[in-house]
Every structure is written in C-alpha cells, then in structure tokens.
C-alpha cells in the first residue's frame, strides 16, 4: 500500500524556473527562455509589467553560459513626480559555468540565490527590490535578497543541489547557501542568505541572516492533480517568522488555487486565484483575490 500511494506522487506538475536556475542540461545548440507577467489591479484601476525576463543560454560541455535581461514596465510610484523615465530594461545576469562529474563552478551577475519561486497562483509570492513598479506589492510577500556579481560552486545531479555563492553588492557582500533535494515523490529545498547589514563596517556583530525551507509535491488521481507546497521563513535581523502554504487543484487545463501567508507580526493574509493554460503550459490566464482587497487579472508566459 505504501508504494502505491507513492505512485500516485509526482513533481512533474510543479512549475520549474527555467530564468534563474542552471541546472543539468543537454542542449548543445542555443536555447532561448522567457518568462514574464502582465496584469490589471482592479483595486487601483492599473496595469502592471510586473518582470519580464529573456534568457539565452548554451552547453557546450563541460562548460555553460547565459546572458538574460530583465525589464518591467512599472516605473513609477504613481505619487512621486521623478520629472525623468526611470530604466525599464537591463542585464539581469551574465555567467559563465564549468562542471565535471556533477561539481561546478560559475563565474555570473546574479550569484545570490533567490527565494523558492514555486507558485500555484498568478501573482508570485515574491518581490524584486529593485522595481520601482511594485508600488503596491502585499506587505505579507517576500522581497528578493540583494543580488550581485560573484562566485557560485557547488554540486549538482537530477537529485540534488548543493552549493555556496557569494557576490559583492555595495559592499554588503552577500552570500548564499542551498541544499535542494528532487526527488519523484517531492522537492525539499533550502537556502539561507548571509548579508552584510552595514556596508561601511565589516564587523562579524554586523551580519546577518535569512532561512527558507520549502516542502512540495503533487498528488495524481486519474486526471486530477493536487498540488501542494509548505514554506517557512526566518528573518534573523528583524526577528520575524513566516509561514506559507499553498494549494491548487488542476484538471486538464485549468487551475485552481489558494495561497495563506502568515507572519508573526502581520498575522494571516488569505489569496485565492485561478488560471488557464494554452499549449504545454507556455501561456496562462487568470485572476486572483486576497483578503486584503486586492484583486489582479492578468497573462503571464513561461517556457
């Protein structure tokens, strides 16, 4: 009984990040990627770029490199007067990577890890520092680490993913450590983000931490799939805890899903959506509600 209900486990269902991560490949020949989201807030009567990404990339064993931009068409705070046009469009990252019997070492614009990026809603949980365009961003998301140019080495196989990477921003020299584990039956991943909090000093007393640890699978029956995914959070600096807990049905073609988000200095937060996908999952359209009132419908592309 215990190996057919593993049976019934997959991952296949979880959406992958195909911008941010570099993992195991074949392709020798150049391979384009994309992702991007575009929506309408109801309660603000605006629409938003909220990012988009391109991405272009090629194994040429033992070695990989990629190039990707990214550009948003939110620009403004829509109560600040700039009087100039803020950047909509720039190098995100750049890199260059070299592995042999599964170790690797990247040389890359963006070496900080990012957050977990799965999501089953439209809207993803978390939030670029960097874009003036996230003006009305929950309070309960997740902003991204300050990410820099730097270091990543590590190693990697269709089951794991172990590494260490550290950059230079500002001097706030931040560093990243992941333990991410794919297995059939689920995903574990984990990643804790070391900063520096005051880039004028470099005292040990002056760093700190972040920790993520995310649990995620898919449960199949006949045509029906159950995607859930559980989320913790610590913020060492600001002595925070957060939580959050995903879940979606999908059947065929579309999806439905709800999202909690718990804070211990904000309380719950509830959000709710539903998307339809067109084609192998590269275009999906939706809308999404939370208990704060905030209501999106928008498009976005991945593949």
Request: charge should be neutral.
């Amino acid at each position: 009984m215990f190996f057919l209900w593993l049976s019934l486990l997959t991952t296949s269902f979880l959406p992958q990040d195909n911008i941010h991560d570099v993992l195991e490949t074949t392709n020798t020949t150049p391979v384009l990627h994309s992702s991007g989201l575009f929506t309408y807030g109801a309660h603000t009567n605006t629409f938003h770029l909220r990012y988009a990404y391109v991405k272009l990339s090629q194994n040429l064993s033992p070695w990989q490199w990629w190039i990707s931009l990214r550009g948003y068409a939110d620009t403004h705070i829509p109560e600040t007067n700039y009087g100039y046009n803020l950047n909509n469009l720039s190098l995100y990252d750049y890199g260059i990577e070299i592995s042999r019997w599964g170790f690797f070492v990247s040389f890359r614009g963006a070496a900080i890890p990012r957050w977990n990026t799965q999501s089953f809603l439209l809207v993803p949980f978390s939030v670029r520092r960097d874009n003036p365009g996230e003006f009305d961003a929950s309070l309960w998301y997740l902003p991204e680490p300050v990410n820099a140019a730097g270091i990543r080495f590590g190693w990697k196989s269709s089951w794991g993913y172990f590494s260490y990477s550290q950059g230079d921003y500002r001097h706030l020299i931040p560093m990243g450590i992941t333990a991410h584990l794919f297995f059939p039956q689920f995903q574990w991943r984990n990643t804790m983000i070391l900063y520096n909090g005051e880039p004028e000093t470099y005292s040990l007393d002056d760093y700190h931490f972040q920790a993520q640890s995310s649990l995620s699978s898919v449960l199949s029956f006949s045509s029906f799939q159950w995607l859930f995914l559980a989320e913790g959070t610590y913020q060492q600096k600001e002595n925070r805890i957060g939580s959050r807990f995903e879940q979606a049905i999908r059947c065929g073609q579309f999806q439905g899903g709800i999202r909690a988000l718990w804070w211990n200095d904000l309380g719950w937060n509830i959000e709710t959506g539903i998307l339809f996908f067109f084609g192998k999952d590269t275009l999906a359209i939706g809308i999404q509600a939370s208990t704060e009132k905030k209501i999106y419908i928008g498009a976005k592309v991945d593949f």
